[in-house]
Structures are given as structure tokens and as C-alpha cells.
């Protein structure tokens, strides 16, 4: 499993067992010969009222960043799991 994996398997479990839904995996482009190939491609700009979009991006540094519908979680390695953690610690209101 990679950091990136864990943390957003850690994040769908959440979401589904506490409002009920089932995220579904999308990527923001299409990668011929990954798995982005078989999902969706969505992306913040397809955040609206009714749909909220969380990208999750093995990328420095390690930050959270909400615009409208949209919410960016991002982390290097371990650090998106950290920052996947934050998320749910604030959504929680465990921390601010």
C-alpha cells in the first residue's frame, strides 16, 4: 500500500460510515495504462452545491486547502496520511 493509498482509504471509510456515502475513486486526468484509464476524470471545477470534490495529491508541502466545493489535501509520502488525519481530527472537532 502506498502512503497515498492508505490515507485515501482511511478518508472513503470515514465519509462512509459517518454521512452515509460511497466516495467514488475519480482522477483529474486521464493517465493511459494506469488506473486512472478505467475512472472518471473530475475535477474542482465539477465541485457544486450538490457534488463536493476532494483531491488527495502526493505533493509538498503538506497543506489542506478548501475553495467552495472543492477540498485539497495534500502530503509528500507520509505526509498526506498526516494531513488526511488533520482533516478528519477538524472535521471531527477533536482540533482546530
Do not use: H, M
Not at 494506469?34 to 475535477?43: E, F, L, S, Y
Not at 508541502?61 to 498526516?82: H, M
Not at 482533516?87 to 482540533?95: E, M, N, R, V
Amino acid at each position: 500500500f502506498t502512503a497515498l493509498a492508505l490515507g485515501g482509504s482511511d478518508l472513503a471509510t470515514n465519509l462512509a460510515t459517518t454521512i452515509g456515502i460511497t466516495p467514488q475513486a475519480a482522477c483529474t486526468r486521464n493517465i493511459t495504462n494506469t488506473t486512472c484509464a478505467q475512472r472518471p476524470v473530475i475535477t474542482c471545477d465539477q465541485a457544486n452545491s450538490d457534488t463536493t470534490v476532494i483531491v488527495i495529491k502526493n505533493e509538498a508541502p503538506a497543506l489542506i486547502t478548501y475553495n467552495d466545493s472543492c477540498i485539497t489535501i495534500q502530503g509528500e509520502g507520509l505526509e498526506v496520511v498526516r494531513a488526511i488525519d488533520k482533516f478528519l481530527y477538524t472535521w471531527y472537532g477533536i482540533q482546530q
